[in-house]
């Protein structure tokens, strides 16, 4: 029972890390109908930012708040300067120019700070709980982690669904020509949701980076985790992205502790198989439009 409790802990706190990374994706999505696959990239370059700003300062906080702010600065240059010229061509040219930035960053990142792996310093101890005098594979590190994922998340929800400027980049992603008939800026929307996406992205970046180490491709496998997470709860939807992430988290966890960590990568495949058939757009897609 106490083994089952720490897989399930352990699941939970490594789902949300994933859930954060399917939210950057289905912000991107929502806003521009474009799958970034240079998201894990992003965030990786903005963690090595953070953890340059807290050698610097020796504060977390400052890095903290370093990395978000990269994030956007980041989202936006990217759709300004290489997303914009190809958004009205054919999809496949989206994913070609998301792929590229995945190479440059890496390669980037590289000649900036190395390809050695570095550690990353968590927010809290990541020193389990102590109850009933046994110690849980739970700690306040993976709580603040649960806790932050769960706030971006409903205020991602929040701004989607109760704001005027979250209706208008859905409206921008939905149906640019009508939208821009009806007064909305959508260059900026794009640029907004792409900003904001790349700030999301790296709250997953220095959540993770304590456990997999800081390197140009040792978030590769994160991007992989977050993207099954996207696409189980339905791209769409900011409550499918924590949903498919914790769901993913637990599965992975359990094969991993119960059988090998070598099985992990087939269960997400198998999972996210068994989901596609059963329900092809996630489990939190919207129901289709009438046909007229």
Known sequence: MHRFLDLTLNGVSSGMIYAAVALALVLIWRATRIVNFAQGAMLMFTTFIASWAIDRTGSYVVGFVVALAAGLVIGAIAERVLVRPVEGGPPLNAVIVTLGLLVLLEALAGMIWGNIPRSFPPAFTIRGFDVGGSRLLFSPFDLFTVGAVLVVAVGLGLFFTRTNLGLRLRASAFDPEVSRLLGVRVSRML????????????????????AVELGPTNFDVVLVYGFTAA????????????????????????????????LVPLASLVLLIAVLMVRPGGLFSHAAARRV
Do not use: H, N
């Not at 640029?191 to 304590?210: C, E, I």
């Open 231 to 262: 696409v189980l709860g339905g791209l769409d939807s900011p409550t499918g992205a924590v949903t498919g992430g914790v769901v993913l988290g637990l599965v992975l966890s359990y094969v991993s502790g119960y059988e090998s960590s070598a």
């Open 191 to 210: 640029t907004l949701g792409w900003a904001l996406a790349a700030a999301a992205g790296s709250l997953a970046g220095v959540l993770v980076a304590p």
